[in-house]
């Protein structure tokens, strides 16, 4: 699905975080936006998720305006800096949380739930983990469960915010089909933009990187 | 990179040894601790027991089932069960705007939730009676319309609420600022709605600080005595509550009857410490064993 993001203000008090900001993401495109701490990187995701109502600006998705739709109906997958995993929760409910609060109608089966889940976390290779709590993970394995758990309800945008803060670069390789290795510009804060579908080669590379600036 | 402190380190119950004090400075620690535990707290429960029981058990459970001392056990626990709900409501509510939403008069509310520490009992109900009394700015109204509040089981309800209001508040507001908005922020984003977020995400997150704060508001509205005293009006079987009944007992020189009473009081407070520590113990053993679990697994 693509994004595209036209004209976006965003105040905050009197600090302005977002000036104008137009971008567009076409489908299937991975897109690093990259910056110095601190000049709206977050916020912009934040806005494209729907976490944050811009004060000027659009977000279409698809071509639709969907600035005023709710996060609920954005299906967005958001991968949080700090990951926020349920930390009452097993890894295991963690990722099956999103499917477990479909309305009943939609909602999978108990065992559908469990294949889908047990998938996603081999595909991040972590399957061992299942009955853990997020406090018994490492930062790195953490981060892998919140891309699991944001997969689990196949969201049509995939949105990282800073997917290396934490990531060695050997698990970034391990983390598949998302997170990039490279850490020649470490220096930088990358927060991935990711419209479905991949393009399933493997190279998990941004295609492109956009740089933001401060104001 | 800093940020993630706040991870790491709690709900480990293990103790790292690396870094514990001296042998002798965990030992004095320990012994002052205990000293000062049984000296305020042991030595004056065995003594409310001890002295419940002095003339044998069977004046003990004859002055408990005695009518006047029945009704104010009931009217207690009726007491406690309209105002700890209500304050649950309350507290969640209001822990929630304050940390979830940013609005003006946000330190106000703060401030105005604090009001029943800072405030003396006696003045809490002295309010009442100032609104509700006979005299009082609606006494004429209630009067007219045939209403009792002051010197009846409302007017005691409501100085229990009044007292009791900051428990869970307080308890919460500290714990959900510290978590942030970032869990139903996610929840939100996994396409929950916002009814299943509180329930699914926020309740089970503040459970502990919850069943805390609900503890101690059960606690101090089963044995608050000032506030309910000013509205109560003393009037035996119909509006004594457990603490204002032991009072009377003692004023009467019947120490058996009253400190039985009391021991009621202390036994609840017993039983609410109980339950309390069972609930932690249990919520520690899951973890571990679920630790355990995964460690055979790898
Ligand atoms: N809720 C907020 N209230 C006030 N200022 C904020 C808020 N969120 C972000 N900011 C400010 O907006 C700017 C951009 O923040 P952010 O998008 O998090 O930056 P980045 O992710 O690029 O490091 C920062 O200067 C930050 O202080
Ligand atoms: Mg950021």
């Known amino acids: 699905m693509s994004i595209e993001v036209k004209n976006i203000e965003k105040q905050f008090g009197q600090f302005k975080a977002l000036d104008n900001v137009s971008l567009s993401f076409p489908t299937g495109e991975l897109v690093a936006l990259l910056g110095p701490s601190g000049c709206g990187k977050t916020t912009l995701l934040r806005i494209i998720a729907g976490l944050e109502n811009p004060d000027g600006g659009v977000v279409h998705f698809h071509g639709e305006d969907a600035t005023h739709v709710h996060v609920r109906q954005r299906q967005v997958g958001f991968v949080f800096q700090h990951y926020a995993l349920f930390r009452h929760m097993t890894v295991f409910d963690n990722v099956a949380f999103g499917l477990t609060v479909r309305p009943r109608g939609k909602r999978p089966g108990k065992k559908e739930i469990a294949e889908r889940v047990h998938e996603l976390l081999r595909l991040v290779q972590l399957d061992w983990l299942a009955d853990r709590y997020p406090d018994q993970l490492s930062g790195g394995q953490r981060q892998r469960i919140a891309l699991a758990r944001a997969l689990a309800v196949e969201p049509k945008v995939l949105l990282l915010d800073e997917p290396f803060w934490c990531t060695r670069c050997q698990s970034a390789q391990r983390s598949a089909p998302l997170v990039a290795s490279s850490s020649r510009r470490a220096a930088y804060h990358f927060n991935f933009c990711y419209s479905r579908p991949g393009r399933g080669d493997g190279s998990c590379r941004p295609d492109r990187g956009v740089e933001q600036r401060q104001n | 990179m800093a940020g993630n402190v706040s991870t790491l380190g709690r709900r480990t119950t293990r103790i790292n040894h690396a870094v514990t004090e001296p042998l002798w400075v965990q030992l004095s620690l320990i012994t002052v601790a205990l000293v000062f535990l049984a000296l305020f707290l042991v030595v004056p429960l065995v ?164 069943l805390y704060g609900i503890i101690l508001c059960n606690a101090r509205a089963m044995g608050e005595f000032g506030a309910v005293s000013v509205v109560s009006g003393h009037i035996r079987g119909q509006t004594n509550t457990l603490p204002l009944h032991i009072e009377i007992l003692y004023n009467e020189y019947q120490f058996a009857a009253s400190f039985a009473a009391a021991s009621i009081l202390a036994g609840l407070a017993l039983v609410t410490l109980v339950v309390k520590s069972l609930l932690e113990w249990q919520h520690t053993r899951d973890r571990e064993k679920a630790a355990r679990a995964a460690a055979q697994q790898s």
Not at chain 2, 54 to 61: L, Q, R
Not at chain 2, 181 to 206: K, N
Request: aromatic share 14%; net charge neutral; hydrophobic share 55%.
């Open chain 2, 47 to 210: 003594a409310v027991f001890k002295e419940a029981f002095s003339k044998g058990a069977e004046v003990y459970f004859a002055s408990l089932v005695e009518p006047d001392a029945w009704h104010a056990i009931k009217l207690t626990l009726l007491a406690a069960a309209i105002s700890v709900p209500l304050n649950v409501i309350f507290g969640v509510s209001a822990a929630w705007a304050i940390t979830k939403f940013r609005f003006r008069g946000k330190q106000a509310l703060i401030t105005l939730i604090d009001l029943p520490f800072a405030v003396s009992p006696v003045v809490a109900g002295l309010i009442y009676v100032l609104l509700f009394g006979a005299q009082g700015w609606l006494g004429p109204w209630l009067a007219d319309n045939d209403l009792k509040i002051i010197f009846a089981v409302p007017g005691i309800v409501l100085a229990t609420i009044f007292v009791t209001f900051p428990f869970v508040a307080r308890e919460l507001i500290p714990l959900m600022e510290e978590q942030g908005t970032s869990y139903e922020e996610a929840s939100l984003t996994l396409g929950a709605s916002g009814w299943q977020t509180f329930w699914r995400v926020t309740i089970p997150s503040i459970k502990w600080g919850l």
